[in-house]
């Protein structure tokens, strides 16, 4: 499924459509299980123990620059738990229908 998300990012037409898919997939995965996703991020980096909160984000590899996926340029952010940037089109429909 990400990879027929990142495959639409190829071209400006579906970018918008495919990125914000791609966002909600991560973030939806991100906060399904945020304490195991936490943890594990501790254990592979203690460093982040230190930090006073996380934040979490995500880069494409360019296929044309790998080296590029090591810097933190071009990190797209995933919106904070209960964002509506995390909510499904259909959900936010939905929502409006219901608190109007």
Do not use: C, H
């Amino acid at each position: 499924q990400a990879e027929v998300m990142t495959k639409g990012m190829e071209t400006e037409w579906s970018k918008g459509i495919a990125g914000g898919a791609l966002v909600r997939e991560i973030g939806n995965l991100i906060y399904g299980d945020e304490e195991k996703v936490k943890e594990a991020t501790l254990a592979q980096y203690p460093n982040l123990r230190k930090a006073p909160e996380l934040s979490w984000g995500f880069k494409l590899v360019d296929k044309a620059n790998p080296a590029s996926s090591f810097t933190s340029n071009n990190v797209t952010m995933i919106p904070p738990k209960g964002s509506p940037e995390l909510e499904a089109p259909v959900e936010k429909v939905s929502n409006a229908i219901k608190n109007p």
